[in-house]
C-alpha cells in the first residue's frame, strides 16, 4: 500500500518534472561495506584511528592528547544512514561518542546521535537532538535497555521529505515530521555530510560534569563497524534533485513518512520505560512547547 502510493507519487514526479524539463535526479548512492576510506576522510587526528578485524572495524581512540572524527566524503540530501557501534568499556565516564548528520553554516541542519559514558558498572545515556536552520536544543536522553559496551548495535536515521526517524536495532526511538506548512522549519535544502567522533566531553557528559574522565584508563576505544548509506547524494549545482521520490529510494516508502501502530507502539515504550529527559516538557526552558512538540503524529 505504502509502496503503491510512493510509486504513484514517483510517476506524477517524474512526468511533472519531465514536462519542466529542468529538474533532473539525484546520483544515488549505495553503499555496504567496511572499505571506509572510499567514503570517509579523518578530519581529527588520523592517530587515533585504529584498525581492527582485518579492516572490518574501525576504532575511534579518546587518548589524554585528543579525540577524532571521521566525516564522508559527500553529502547527502534524504536516505538511509546507520553503523554498528560497540562501546568503550569499562570506565567511560567522561568520554562522548557519536554518529551524527550534519550540515556547514549558521543555519545548518544536524540529527545527532551522542553517547554519554560513565564509570565502569554505571550506565550509558544516549542523547539524541535535531537541529533545523540553525535551531537545535531538542535534546531528549534515553537509558538504553542493553549495555551497548557489551556488543554491537546498529543505530540509523532515515530522512526524507516528510520525516526524520532515529532507530536502535530497527526499535523506532523517534520522531520529527515536517511541519513547513505550519511556518517551522525543516531539514529539506542542505545536504548533510556523516560523521562519527569520539572525544573528552567531561565538562558535562557525566553526571552533569561531576565525574571528571580518569585518563589513567586512557587510551578510551568506541567500535563501528558496518557503515550503510543508502542515500541521495546532494549536488550543490542541482540542489533539487535530490527532492523528489526517485525509484529505488525506499527511505521515502510510506512507512517511513506517517508512523505506522507497530512503531508508535515501539516509540511509546521507549518514551515510557526508557526516557529521562525530553525538552519537550522541560517547562523551564520552554515556558509553551515548542510546535513539534504538541502537533500530533501524522
Ligand atoms: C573491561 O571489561 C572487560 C569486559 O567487557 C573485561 O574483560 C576487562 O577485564 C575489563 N578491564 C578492566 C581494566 O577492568
Ligand atoms: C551515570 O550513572 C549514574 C548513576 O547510575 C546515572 O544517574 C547517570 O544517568 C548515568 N549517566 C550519565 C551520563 O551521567
Redesign the pocket.
Known amino acids: 500500500m505504502g509502496y503503491l502510493v510512493t510509486r504513484l507519487l514517483f510517476v506524477l514526479m517524474c512526468c511533472a518534472m519531465m514536462m519542466k524539463g529542468s529538474v533532473g535526479q539525484g546520483t544515488i548512492a549505495t553503499f555496504q561495506e567496511s572499505a571506509y576510506s572510499s567514503q570517509f576522510q579523518v578530519v581529527w587526528q588520523p592517530n587515533n584511528v585504529w584498525i581492527s578485524n582485518q579492516g572490518q572495524v574501525l576504532e575511534l581512540v579518546v587518548t589524554q592528547q585528543s579525540g577524532t572524527a571521521l566525516q564522508s566524503l559527500n553529502s547527502y540530501l534524504f536516505g538511509s544512514f546507520r553503523v554498528d557501534l560497540k562501546l568503550v568499556p569499562n570506565d567511560s565516564?567522561g568520554v562522548l561518542t557519536s554518529f551524527y548528520l550534519s550540515s556547514n553554516g549558521d543555519r545548518h541542519d544536524e540529527v545527532d546521535f551522542e553517547f554519554?559514558?560513565?564509570?565502569t558498572g554505571?550506565?550509558?545515556?544516549l542523547q539524541t537532538n535535531i537541529f533545523a536552520a540553525g535551531v537545535g536544543g531538542r535534546e531528549q536522553r534515553i537509558?538504553l535497555w542493553f549495555d551497548p559496551r557489551d556488543d554491537f548495535h546498529t543505530y540509523s536515521v532515515i530522512w526524507n521529505p516528510t520525516a526524520i526517524t532515529l532507530y536502535i536495532d530497527n526499535v523506532l526511538i523517534r520522531v520529527f515530521q515536517n511541519h513547513e506548512a505550519q511556518g517551522q522549519a525543516y531539514p529539506n535544502a542542505q545536504g548533510m555530510n556523516v560523521y562519527s567522533s569520539v572525544f573528552d566531553a567531561s565538562s558535562w557528559?557525566?553526571?552533569?560534569g561531576l565525574?571528571p574522565i580518569d585518563f589513567s584508563q586512557a587510551p578510551f576505544v568506541s567500535s563501528y563497524t558496518n557503515y550503510g548509506m543508502d542515500s541521495c547524494i546532494f549536488d550543490a549545482t542541482n540542489p533539487t534533485a535530490c527532492s523528489y521520490p526517485q525509484a529505488g529510494t525506499w527511505w521515502n516508502a510510506q512507512e517511513y513518512q506517517s508512523i505506522p501502530a507497530n512503531r508508535i507502539d515501539q516509540l511509546q515504550w521507549v518514551q515510557a520505560d526508557y526516557m529521562?529527559y525530553n525538552y519537550c516538557t522541560d517547562n523551564v526552558r520552554y515556558p509553551t512547547p515548542p510546535f513539534e512538540c504538541t502537533a500530533p503524529l501524522y
Do not use: D, E, H, R
Not at 554519554?116 to 564509570?119: A, P, R, T, V
Open positions: 565516564a554519554l559514558g560513565n564509570s554505571q550506565p550509558y545515556v537509558n557528559a557525566t553526571q552533569g565525574v529521562i
